[in-house]
């Protein structure tokens, strides 16, 4: 079967074996997969093993179509039937990861197999490459709860690539706001205010930090001076990008009491001051993936049109496509997400 997968020179598409379904597995045809940031980083440090690079077929964020079930499945999804998966399957090794991992092939392939009990079924009436979103839409879903928004709640989004764009849309889908969101890129910025964001601004020109008052942000005293019943601080943000000295500059500028959340897949070393955040008593988060229940909120809130998948598509392409789409995905103003189309 056709597929693209990671090579010494980047990615290249070509034949690689078919997959056979596993104890409790299905068979699929992938329909949409969406073009992630790790996936950008995975190209990279395999292309740098040289000969020795393994063979990766990419693909992790999916919608597919069942094709048949494999043994020990119930057969509750019957051929034809469109589905979204965590991108994990289980084997008697322990679990694999779907897209990322030389074991099974991804999303970026004509067939793929997926574990039946982790399988969703997609409405209808959400596109296959609406569908495809759920999975870095569930990454926004875990960080927003992680950061526990409360109703008088402001949030900062600083970064506004793929997740980024999407912790906006998953704050505005449950009521959350207001919502400042800063990026350097232009285009970025226009999405963000499409996905609902109240201020958007290029932090080039004005700084994040400098609009907490019209926000209705009170600045609230030290520990000590923080009065019984008084409630803590009202601002949450996300930091999104991954960059070395970001987390610093966000505890340097939120008020006291903060929540931050880092959701930026930072792979450079970084440095942080402890005394900055210990002297504002602000609490520090780190989140990866999701839990399956966030992933099935995810896929609702695409379903029932609480968020709009239409800015987060900005191009397709097929499988001889994909690595021109890498190469477009190194510009944060042309792209936010490329789906591929392996049919």
Request: charged share 15%; hydrophobic share 45%; aromatic share 4%.
């Amino acid at each position: 079967m056709l597929a693209a997968f990671t090579a010494a020179g980047g990615v290249a598409a070509g034949e690689v074996p078919e997959p056979v379904p596993g104890e409790g597995q299905v068979l699929v045809a992938p329909l949409s997969a969406g073009i992630c940031g790790s996936d950008l980083h995975l190209v990279d440090a395999v292309a740098g093993l040289g000969d020795d690079a393994p063979r990766i077929v990419l693909g992790h964020e999916f919608c597919a179509e069942i094709l048949e079930a494999g043994p020990g499945t119930s057969g509750r999804f019957a051929p034809g039937t469109r589905v979204v998966s965590v991108p994990h399957v289980l084997s008697p090794s322990g679990p694999v990861d779907l897209g990322l991992s030389p074991v099974l092939p991804g999303g970026f392939a004509q067939r793929a197999v997926m574990q039946e009990s982790f399988l969703l079924r997609v409405p209808d009436g959400l596109p296959d490459d609406h569908a495809a979103l759920t999975e870095p839409l569930a990454v926004a879903v875990h960080a927003v709860r992680a950061a526990r928004p409360g109703p008088e709640d402001a949030a900062l989004v600083v970064g506004c690539g793929p997740i980024g764009l999407a912790v906006i849309a998953a704050l505005k889908a449950d009521g959350h706001g207001p919502v400042v969101a800063a990026d350097f890129s232009p285009a970025r910025r226009t999405l963000a205010e499409r996905l609902g964001a109240d201020i958007v601004l290029d932090p080039a020109e004005s700084s994040p930090y400098d609009r907490w008052a019209e926000l209705g942000v009170v600045e609230r005293p030290p520990s000590p001076l923080l009065g019984e019943g008084v409630p803590p601080g009202n601002v949450i943000a996300f930091e999104c990008v991954g960059a070395p000295g970001l987390i610093q500059q966000i505890i340097e500028g939120v008020p006291r009491h903060s929540r931050i959340v880092v959701v930026g897949v930072g792979v450079a070393p970084d440095t942080i001051t402890p005394v900055s955040a210990i002297l504002k008593e602000v609490s520090l988060t780190f989140v990866f993936a999701y839990r399956q229940q966030e992933f099935a909120h995810a896929l609702g809130l695409l379903a029932d049109g609480r968020v709009d998948g239409n800015p987060f598509v900005t191009g397709t392409v097929g499988l001889g496509g994909v690595a021109g789409a890498f190469a477009d995905l190194r510009s944060p103003d042309e792209h936010v997400k490329i789906i591929v189309r392996p049919r």
